[in-house]
């Protein structure tokens, strides 16, 4: 079934990669992101997909580009929260601007442009809300991301608050908890874990895939396909979890 799924953060990495597999499962795609540029470029390779900017810190340019969109393309099934920033420090040299960002994108911007996405569902009562949390939103031992590690756990209870409230309203809200995947994130973190532990990044990789028992790094497509299937109606009786996708890196 043909259906309008918003895709935030999508110009790059696993939003890009969620965007390609909904428009290869014959969704239309809305492609957004804080970067509008690169938004546009994921669009132009898709069929039917369709570019937005949108800054999810900014709570009424969420409501506003979910009203254009229902105005513009149509109505709204499919909400994907994934944009995301992670920037690694020591817990004790973390300074306040970088805690505010970090918050302000991951939990604050989930938060806001989750609810503008439901508040239009409800009035279909009908709607899916997928989140990407991380391995961190289930375990803190993740090294200098103590920030991170905060609002990705906040980003897992806020699922299943939100789960909680709009079950009854139709609306299906779960959350996905990926692993160490290959993306422009993950080479920056590359560099700076290598750095704060006085070693180089290949050395981190090595120890990374050995931290997984599947034995590779996870690939944006990954991620991308346990999205889709959140989004489907094979997953029309799940609602309120967090789904471990990390090659067994992290079991809960
Ligand atoms: N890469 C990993 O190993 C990994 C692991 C677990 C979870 N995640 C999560 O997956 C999501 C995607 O990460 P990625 O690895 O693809 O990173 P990425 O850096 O490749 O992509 C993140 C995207 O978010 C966009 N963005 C940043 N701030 C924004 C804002 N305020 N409003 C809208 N868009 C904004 C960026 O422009 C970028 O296109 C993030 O939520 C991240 O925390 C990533």
Not at 14 to 36: F, K, M, P
Not at 101 to 118: C, E
Not at 186 to 214: F, N, Y
Request: hydrophobic letters at 45%; a negative charge.
């Amino acid at each position: 079934m043909t259906s309008i799924v918003v895709v935030t953060g999508a110009a790059s990495g696993i939003g890009e990669a969620v965007c390609i597999e909904l428009a290869g499962r014959g969704h239309t795609v809305v492609v957004t992101d804080v970067n509008e540029e690169g938004a546009k470029a994921v669009a132009s390779r898709l069929p039917h997909a369709q570019a937005r900017k949108l800054d999810v810190t900014q709570a009424t340019a969420c409501r506003e580009v979910v009203q254009a969109i229902e105005h513009d393309i149509g109505p709204i099934s499919g909400w994907v929260s994934n944009a995301g920033v992670s920037r690694m420090a020591r817990f004790l040299d973390i300074e306040e601007a970088q805690y505010d960002l970090t918050l302000d994108v991951n939990l604050r911007g989930l938060f806001f442009s989750g609810q503008a996405a439901a508040r239009a569902m409800v009035t279909r009562q009908s709607g899916c809300i997928v989140n990407i949390a991380s391995m961190a939103g289930k375990q803190g031992r993740a090294p200098f991301l103590a920030d991170y590690v905060a609002s990705k756990f906040g980003v897992v209870g806020l699922t299943q608050a939100m789960a909680f409230e709009l079950a009854p309203l139709g609306i299906r809200v779960n959350a996905v908890c990926p692993g160490f995947v290959a993306t422009s994130m993950q080479v920056r973190e590359l560099e700076w874990e290598a750095s704060l532990r006085g070693t180089d990044p290949a050395s981190v990789k090595r120890q990374w895939i050995a931290d997984t028992p599947m034995g590779r790094l996870e690939q944006p497509q990954d991620v991308a396909r346990v999205v889709a299937f959140l989004l489907s109606q094979d997953a029309g009786f799940v609602t309120g979890e967090s789904i471990a996708v990390n090659g067994g890196a992290f079991m809960d």
